[in-house]
């Protein structure tokens, strides 16, 4: 197995790559790249034009992943998503002809302007990793890592994703306009073409199934196991929260302050890391009361509270 410094060095390589084209936007690439280590999916609040797209495509050439991107609007179908069978008038027989969703990278672009049945559909592909069609299971490619977007300025038309669904998401983040320097770099490298079109896979999907394995084994130690517990617990008691996370949220800040630490160059996680990505992972899993709502609170907001409330462990290191 590889060790902790030539599994950094892989993942900075995509970092390194995918910044080319993502400009001034490390934190959210390395996040992208801590979801996907983490098998796990991400959702992605913003606005039109900041780079969702451009996101998930670099991603998925930088690794020489299949990418495709299902645009949903209010009349697609379930069946547009997860494919369908076809009869075959010389076999005389029905096949198979899977959907977009068959890629290791899928951009599921506006989940939020399909309907819910539409929308379930792809979050069961999501959990599953398989498509079921006509009692005959076909399953996924692996890796298979999922960045669906929403609007967050726009909701005629919409069709909110329950919270249950939102679960199933690892991380929740937003990109945000770029600084000034930034988006005047962006200007001078599409000047003539779009970096896209010079970008090079820097690991196979083999490799990153490599990565994918090795993350698993980074150390957590029993005193961060248990703040994590204590965070995921507080969002169930938090008197501005209605419904707190279950104990997938305390499963996925794990996983993903694992593959953090890796990204880090270590092999055990600290509790700065666990820290560091709870607003993104727990807070799209917690539901606020109305007063909390009424009064213009956000989540992310009533998760940075919680944290600031619970002491951190000291003193741990790799043990």
Do not use: W
Request: with cysteine; aromatic share 4%; glycine share 6%.
């Amino acid at each position: 197995m590889a060790s902790s410094i030539e599994v950094a060095a892989q993942i900075r390589q995509v970092v390194e790559r995918v910044e080319t084209v993502v400009i001034g936007k490390r934190d959210v690439v390395e996040l992208a790249i801590v979801a996907l280590l983490c098998n796990g999916h991400l959702l992605i609040e913003d606005i039109p034009g900041v780079g969702k797209t451009t996101l998930a495509k670099t991603l998925a050439l930088s690794l020489g992943s299949a990418f495709k991107r299902i645009q949903f609007t209010p009349d697609l179908l379930p069946a547009d998503i997860t494919g369908t069978s076809i009869f075959n008038q010389k076999t005389q027989d029905f096949e198979f002809r899977p959907g977009p969703v068959f890629a290791n990278v899928v951009l599921a672009d506006e989940i939020n302007r399909a309907t819910p049945k539409t929308q379930a559909a792809l979050l069961e592909c999501m959990e599953e990793v398989q498509v079921t069609s006509d009692g005959v299971t076909h399953p996924l490619p692996r890796p298979f890592f999922v960045i669906a977007t929403q609007n967050n300025i726009e909701h005629s038309g919409t069709y909110a994703l329950p919270e249950a669904q939102l679960d199933r998401f690892l991380m929740r983040l937003g990109i945000g306009y770029p600084a000034m320097e930034d988006e005047v770099r962006i200007l001078s490298l599409q000047v003539k073409a779009h970096p896209l079109a010079m970008i090079r896979a820097v690991l196979s999907t083999e490799e990153l199934l490599v990565l994918q394995d090795a993350v698993r084994s980074v150390h957590v130690h029993k005193s961060v196991q248990e703040y994590i517990v204590s965070i995921v617990t507080a969002t169930r008691e938090h008197h501005q929260v209605e419904v707190g996370s279950s104990p997938r949220g305390s499963l996925s800040l794990l996983h993903a302050a694992q593959a953090y630490a890796a990204t880090l160059g270590r092999d055990f996680v600290l509790p700065d890391d666990v820290k560091s990505l709870a607003p993104y992972v727990l807070a799209h899993r917690i539901v606020l009361t109305p007063e909390t709502r009424a009064r213009g609170i956000g989540d992310t907001a009533v998760v940075a509270d919680l944290l600031n409330r619970i002491p951190v462990p000291v003193g741990v290191a790799k043990q």
